[in-house]
């Protein structure tokens, strides 16, 4: 018998959403499945969309034109299911993150310092010892993305913030602020399977970090201030096959930035 096709509108979770999903039998046995990336405004084509069984997507709103929620789910046959994935994205652990473009994983605190034009050793020195909590309100920062994720969650039956709120002090929930770790994923889809009616497999609880060669480190005062339970000033985290402490992390931000290099990322690989 030949498979329905399941279509995977989503950003980078949407791969490892796939895989969880294909790990169930009966969930392997009914669908194939294309995943189409929503954040490069990758096309669906009109063929796939008619042909499509399962829809899972991400909601994006009429502002993304032909590839908003609700114009794709209007191009779906009658027939087929539809269903809002989420789109998970968490602040607390780097407050100070900023999606300004032109270098990778941006930090606010960081960059108020480097502006002032002060030395590397200056600027990494203020940024480890001066109280964060004088410049910055971390309670009101972690409330906000809470209440941003209220809002996105609110578009899907599955629901994860009441996770991350009791469990992101104990365990590590997220590599980067849109990198969730296997915890969620694993959650994510085992919810999906259910909402269509499909028994999550045992071997779903265990599959590894998705996301494994970058884990964006913490600093230690954040942690400190929101009691983590993984994180302080020795952890030792996965900077693309080298394991980094914060300290070590910040030093080569700054570098990167004080000598112009745009690509942090291929920085961090070399360092």
């Known amino acids: 018998m030949s498979r329905e096709l399941c279509v995977i509108h989503a950003n980078c979770q949407g791969e490892p959403l796939m895989e969880r999903l294909l790990a169930c039998p009966g969930f392997a046995a009914r669908y194939e499945c294309r995943l189409f990336t929503n954040y ?60 300004e473009p032109g270098f990778n994983y941006r930090d606010g605190a960081l960059e108020e310092l480097i502006a002032k034009g002060l030395s590397g050793e200056e600027i990494l020195t203020l940024y480890l010892r ?97 009691h983590l339970e993984f994180a302080g000033p020795d952890t030792e985290y996965e900077v693309y096959g080298k394991k980094k402490t914060f300290v070590q992390y910040a030093a080569c931000y700054i570098e990167a930035r004080l000598a112009g290099i745009e690509d942090f990322i291929g920085y961090l690989q070399v360092r």
């Open 40 to 99: 490069v405004r990758e096309p669906i084509p009109a063929s796939v969309l008619e042909g499509c069984g399962l829809f899972l997507y991400q909601h994006l709103g009429p502002g993304w034109g032909e590839l908003g929620s609700d114009f794709l789910r209007s191009r779906l046959p009658e027939s087929a299911r539809s269903l809002c994935i989420p789109n998970m994205f968490f602040l607390g652990y780097w407050p100070f993150w900023n999606s």
């Open 130 to 226: 001066s109280r964060l909590t004088d410049r910055y309100d971390l309670a009101a920062l972690l409330e906000q993305t809470f209440a941003r994720e209220r809002e996105r969650e609110a578009h899907t039956p599955v629901k994860y913030v009441d996770l991350i709120e009791r469990e992101f002090r104990g365990e590590r929930l997220f590599n980067t602020v849109n990198h969730p770790g296997p915890r969620l994923l694993n959650h994510m889809a085992a919810e999906v399977l259910l909402h269509l009616e499909l028994e999550p497999p045992e071997n779903l609880f265990s599959m590894p970090d998705a996301f494994p060669e970058f884990v964006q480190p913490i600093h230690p005062q954040v942690a400190a201030f929101h």
